[in-house]
């Protein structure tokens, strides 16, 4: 019985955890942390982070939150997960840590969400609704897949490809948000993502948005700025800290 309890163990550690098998070998670990500072006025918290959901590419290997004094849960909600601290009363100045370590997997996918995503409907006001769907009719008739949609929406909404439809209605701090919106609405799944580029010993990372579109199967990532698909070789993404799925600006990290 412990000669099978010890195989059982190494198993689950060199599959679940990544534990090399052979003595000396060698494996990247990377820790990211993410700190959330804020003001409390004396009244309840409840302060919360969207946090990483199996980043394709890579494998978790912990989480751990540092929070003296709060209550800490991590809610899993439509595809998403959530750290969330809560305290009755808190006054001054508050910090909350959350840490995850993460080894890179080549064989590591993203999760496969438990409830298929839809696209949401979106509402367009003349002269912008013309415009959409006039850039939209485009596109479709240039491809065949939501991954090929992707693209060419991305392409025609280039600086240098710009007709009179897509200049009135881009605009750069829009740009992102519109992409979203009108894959939404030519009934493809679409949601903003931001990645994180793996530096050793880097502090107060600005984040990278990305698009990401679910194709049927799973959530696939774009870079808006030229159409290219795939996470690029240097970035953490998936969904949340690593990857935050939903609207935003840029975040520190």
């Known amino acids: 019985m412990l000669i099978a309890a010890g195989i059982s163990l190494a198993v689950w550690r060199h599959i679940d955890l990544g534990i090399p098998w052979l003595t000396g070998e060698q494996r990247p670990v990377w820790m990211i942390e993410a700190r959330i500072d804020f003001e409390a006025d004396d009244n309840a918290v409840q302060a919360s982070l969207n946090v990483p959901d199996q980043p394709p590419g890579f494998r978790i290997l912990s989480e751990q939150a540092a929070s003296p004094g709060y209550g800490f849960s991590i809610i899993e909600k439509s595809g998403n997960r ?3 601290w809560t305290k009755r009363s808190v006054s001054g100045p508050q910090t909350l840590y959350f840490k995850a370590q993460f080894i ?6 993203g999760r496969k969400p438990a409830k298929e995503p839809k696209a949401r409907n979106v509402f367009w006001e003349e002269p912008q609704a013309t415009a959409v769907r006039e850039v939209l009719t485009q596109a479709k008739a240039r491809s065949s897949t939501p991954e090929s949609m992707t693209r060419e929406l991305i392409r025609l909404m280039q600086p240098d490809t710009r007709t009179q439809n897509t200049t009135l ?23 903003t993502a931001d990645g994180l580029k793996l530096e050793d010993a880097r502090r107060r990372q600005s984040l990278m948005p990305f698009l990401q579109i679910y194709n049927g199967q799973q959530w696939l990532t774009f870079d808006p700025s030229n159409a290219e698909q795939g996470v690029p070789e240097s970035y953490c993404c ?5 990857i935050t799925a939903g609207r935003g600006g840029r975040r520190k990290l």
Not at 170 to 182: F, G, P, R, W
Not at 238 to 242: E, F, K, Q, S, T
């Open 82 to 84: 959530t750290a969330e």
């Open 104 to 109: 890179p997997d080549e064989n590591a996918l």
């Open 169 to 191: 209605l881009v605009a750069e701090e829009n740009y992102l948000d519109l992409l979203v919106d009108m894959l939404n609405h030519s009934g493809i799944p679409a949601r």
């Open 238 to 242: 998936g969904a949340r800290l690593c």
